[in-house]
Every structure is written in C-alpha cells, then in structure tokens.
C-alpha cells in the first residue's frame, strides 16, 4: 500500500509530462481545457468520498484522488512555473504518502492491522513521537503551513491565478478546507479521544529513524522550499 500510495503518482507525473508538455505541447489549449474538468471532478470526487470513510487507509487512498486534482492543476498552466510547481506537488505528495503509510505500518503487529480510524484513538497516550510524526503530516495534506503540504498547494494556486482562472483557484481552495476536516478528525483521534488499549506501541529504533527523517523533511521543505524547487524549475528549464 505504502509503495502504490507514492511511486506510481511520480511515474504517472512522468508520463503526463512526456505526453502532454512533450508531444502535445503545440495542443495546449485543447488539452488544458480538458485537465480543468478532471482537476474539479478530482477535487470533488476525492474530497466528498473520503470523508465517508471510516477506514483509514481508504480515506488516505480516496485522498489522493484529490490531490492529483491539485497536480493538474499545475499542469494545465501552461508555463514553466505551472510544470515546476506540479512536480513539486507530486514529490511532496509522495513523500507524504510514505509517511502516513509509514505510521500505519509501525503501528501494526503481533497479527494486528491497523485499519479504521479508531484504531488511532488515543495514540499520543500510547506513543507520543509516533503521533507527533503522523499529526505533522497530516497537517501537511491538510496544506497547514509551515508544513511543505501548504506551499506545494499554493505554488499551484499561484501557477492557476497567473493565467487568469481565478476561480478555479476559489474551487480548489474551497475543496481544500473541505478536505482538511478528514485531516484534522485524525489529529482528534489521536490526542482527544481514549485508547482502545493502552499497550505501549514497540518499534524498532531504525525505523524510528526512518519516519523521523521523513518528519522532518516535510517540515523543513515547508520552510525551505527552495532547497526542491529549484530542481524543479531546472528540469523544465532544460526541457524548454
């Protein structure tokens, strides 16, 4: 689950990329009128589905639904910014995905799952590093500054409102808050609501390490952007 959340959505970045901005570059204005309708029905269709969703996984699954909206978003610029800003998206919305899924998998063992959302309740009782690590990225795709989640969104908004299509931008924004609330219902589970066991969570220290670093790079590439960014526009400088 952890690798189809997150490599899967660069390759398909790539692919875009190839066909799109590559061989379909001179047809920009016939496709981009198309990316408009899929980044809205994204945004919606992902938002509205995962917060029906009491299984965690499903909800983050549906999720990505609404993310890939935000990438199009980007896309269908048109510019160098706009493409820069999508694969900025994409690589941050990776790196989220192995985070959330990370957790998940820390948390599971001894035969159990981690699946519904109550299976978080009371997790900073339980293991308060461990809740730390899955608020911070949660607040990230909620687009909750200074996590990367928020510029990487607000790159795209500016790419969109740059060629004019303010409202679409106003759309993007208002599903955004929408989606935010089955973000910050799981920060609830974790810190206000009572473990269904209060057996502390065993986890070895390597892998400790490894969602700590992914942690902390989602919060410093929210306040150094530049240090991915950068990257991004160079490849579609040299692409250009």
Not at 104 to 113: S, Y
Not at 116 to 125: A, H, I, R, V
Request: proline residues 2%.
């Amino acid at each position: 689950a952890l690798f189809l959340s997150s490599v899967p959505k660069i390759a398909a970045f790539a692919m875009a990329v190839r066909i799109l901005i590559e061989a379909l570059g001179d047809l920009q204005s016939d496709w981009g009128g198309i990316l408009i309708v899929l980044s809205v029905l994204s945004m919606v269709l992902g938002n509205v589905v995962a917060i029906a969703q009491n299984n965690i996984k499903r909800m983050l699954a549906y999720s990505t639904i609404s993310h890939v909206g935000f990438i199009f978003l980007g896309l269908l610029a048109g510019t160098q910014e706009g493409y820069a800003a999508a694969m900025f998206y994409t690589i941050v919305y990776a790196l989220m995905a192995v985070g959330a899924f990370g957790v998940l998998a820390l948390m599971a063992g001894n035969g159990v799952e981690v699946e519904n959302l109550g299976d978080l309740k009371g997790l900073s009782e339980r293991d308060g590093w461990l809740a730390a690590m899955m608020t911070l990225i949660m607040f990230s795709m909620a687009g909750v500054p200074p996590a990367v989640g928020f510029m990487a969104k607000l790159l795209v908004l500016n790419a969109v409102v740059s060629i004019g299509l303010v409202w679409l931008a106003i759309v993007a924004v208002v599903f955004s808050i929408i989606g935010a609330f089955y973000y910050l219902r799981v920060i609830k589970l974790i810190y206000f609501d009572q473990p269904e066991t209060t057996r502390p969570l065993e986890i070895a220290g390597d892998a400790r390490v490894a969602i700590t670093i992914n942690g902390m790079a989602i919060l410093l590439l929210g306040i150094f952007p530049a240090l991915l960014l950068v990257l991004c526009e160079a490849v579609f400088r040299v692409a250009g």
